[in-house]
């Protein structure tokens, strides 16, 4: 089951942007890059940096902890292979911007 997450209104994201949400254990980074929004995990594989506080160039965001980069439309890991992160649809409606995640809180049979 997903669950849909509110993240802000619209107009508080501009291009370049980037603001964050916490769903349960899960924190998301939802980005307003160069023609669209994406989300990705927060946490950075390497030493868990927020992803959310780093520099957006174009698609690519750079931890501010230790320079690595990922790519905000696939969560492609561009610095080590294979140390990708996970992205989750955005929506943008007229109450908002949100983010459609897995519900953590519903046990599974």
């Given at each position: 089951?997903?669950?849909?997450?509110?993240?802000?209104?619209?107009?508080?994201?501009?291009?370049?942007?980037?603001?964050?949400?916490e769903?349960g254990?899960?924190?998301?980074?939802?980005?307003?890059?160069?023609?669209?929004?994406?989300?990705?995990?927060?946490?950075?594989?390497?030493?868990g940096?927020?992803?959310s506080?780093?520099?957006?160039?174009?698609?690519?965001?750079?931890?501010?902890?230790?320079?690595?980069?990922?790519?905000?439309?696939?969560?492609?890991?561009?610095?080590?292979?294979?140390?990708?992160v996970?992205?989750?649809?955005?929506?943008?409606?007229?109450?908002?911007?949100?983010?459609?995640?897995?519900?953590?809180?519903?046990?599974?049979?």
């Amino acid at each position: 089951m997903t669950v849909d997450v509110r993240v802000c209104a619209r107009e508080e994201l501009a291009p370049g942007q980037c603001r964050f949400v916490e769903h349960g254990s899960r924190r998301v980074a939802v980005f307003h890059a160069t023609d669209a929004l994406f989300a990705i995990d927060d946490v950075c594989p390497h030493r868990g940096g927020p992803l959310s506080e780093g520099y957006l160039e174009g698609y690519l965001v750079t931890c501010p902890w230790h320079g690595w980069q990922f790519d905000v439309r696939t969560g492609a890991c561009d610095t080590v292979r294979n140390r990708d992160v996970r992205v989750y649809p955005v929506k943008v409606d007229e109450h908002g911007v949100h983010v459609t995640l897995p519900d953590d809180s519903v046990p599974t049979a």
